[in-house]
């Protein structure tokens, strides 16, 4: 079965800093992994997706993930953050396209000026 | 542009009463799935869809019934409600097609007393 680990359940940075999220995964073969953003009260937004090709994949917002399979990782980072950013981060990998998604816990990022 | 929606967004239910949670999609998306999002444990399959007529079972179905009678729409029913049912439930739609993206709903809080 496949799984999902993000080791941070909150993270405080600073405006302006950079931003790496964790997010480990489990599964057996060569997985599609995603990253997906809830603001407060909202739905899921999806910020990037990796399905073969090139490891780094760029996403929308200024965002990047880069997929490590040697070390079963899709960590999420951004260069320098903005308050907007503040937000629930989800990782979540599938056996096939976008179908029956497995989630992690999620990160709680937090933004301090 | 109405994408996934939801209905209602919010709604109390007593232990033992039943609802419909409604989901509609104008996408003409063949796969469609529900979630719950509870607290520490990012969200969770409930049941999917990968076309009308046919739906089958995710993580967590125990408590929830589905049909889907038409492409568009796939709603979620509890029978009998329990408090441990209490979570935000979120509809999503994607083609199936590998190299897309699952849109989601912007939710529905159920609270069940």
């Known amino acids: 079965a496949q799984s999902v680990t993000q080791p941070d359940i909150h993270i405080t940075v600073s405006e302006g800093a950079s931003l790496e999220l964790r997010c480990n995964y489990s599964?057996?073969?060569?997985?599609?992994l995603f990253w997906y953003v809830q603001s407060p009260g909202q739905g899921l937004q999806l910020l990037l997706k990796?399905?073969?090709?090139?490891?780094l994949v760029q996403g929308i917002k200024g965002f990047e993930a880069e997929f490590k399979r040697s070390q079963s990782s899709f960590n999420l980072r951004k260069p320098s953050v903005h308050w907007s950013d503040a937000a629930e981060y989800f990782c979540a990998v599938s056996p096939f396209g976008n179908e029956k998604l497995t989630f992690g816990t999620g990160t709680r990022l937090t933004i301090i000026p | 542009n109405a994408g996934v929606t939801q209905t209602p967004k919010f709604q109390v239910l007593k232990t033992g009463q039943s609802m419909t949670l409604q989901c509609a999609q104008d996408?003409?998306?063949?796969?469609m799935s529900w979630y719950r999002q509870d607290p520490g444990m990012g969200l969770r399959l409930i049941h999917y869809?990968?076309?009308?007529?046919?739906?089958d079972q995710g993580e967590v179905p125990n408590g929830y019934n589905v049909s889907r009678s038409t492409t568009e729409d796939f709603p979620l029913r509890l029978l009998s409600a329990a408090p441990s049912q209490t979570s935000v439930y979120f509809c999503?739609?994607?083609?199936?097609?590998?190299?897309?993206?699952?849109?989601f709903g912007q939710g529905t809080r159920l609270t069940v007393v």
């Open positions: 599964y057996g073969a060569t997985p599609y």
């Open positions: 996408m003409n998306h063949e796969y």
């Open positions: 999503a739609s994607s083609t199936g097609q590998v190299n897309t993206e699952a849109f």
């Open positions: 869809s990968v076309g009308a007529g046919i739906t």
């Open positions: 990796y399905f073969s090709g090139d490891t």
